[in-house]
């Protein structure tokens, strides 16, 4: 397997993250509706956006989280190994999510 391609994935995706976190895109709506003299329905909907940027952002984070976790374990030599049965993750699953900690056999037991 080459776990440098996979680096090359996980640092480019790290970056778009990092990026993302930093325009903040809601923030301007936020400040127009707090700025506007509006009714009840106003600050319900200003708030709705509040918490729609904080679950995306908390998202982000714990992808940010699992990313480095993968690149600590690419340093490590344990990458593509599931963190729960020690088996190896296939790479058909490491293409579609990189940073995943578990094999598809450990992910299905966790929803059950
Ligand atoms: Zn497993």
Known sequence: MDVSAFKDV??????ELVALGGLKPLQHSIEHNNGRQGDM???ASGNN???IQLRLKQTDAK????IDEALTRIEKGSYGLCRD?????????LNAIP??????TCKEKQKL
């Open 99 to 104: 940073w995943t900690r578990v094999c598809i």
């Open 10 to 15: 996980l640092l480019r995706k790290r970056g």
């Open 85 to 93: 049965c020690g088996e190896p993750i296939a790479e058909a699953r």
């Open 49 to 51: 956006e509040v918490h």
């Open 41 to 43: 329905a106003d600050q």
């Open 63 to 66: 992808i940010l989280q699992a």
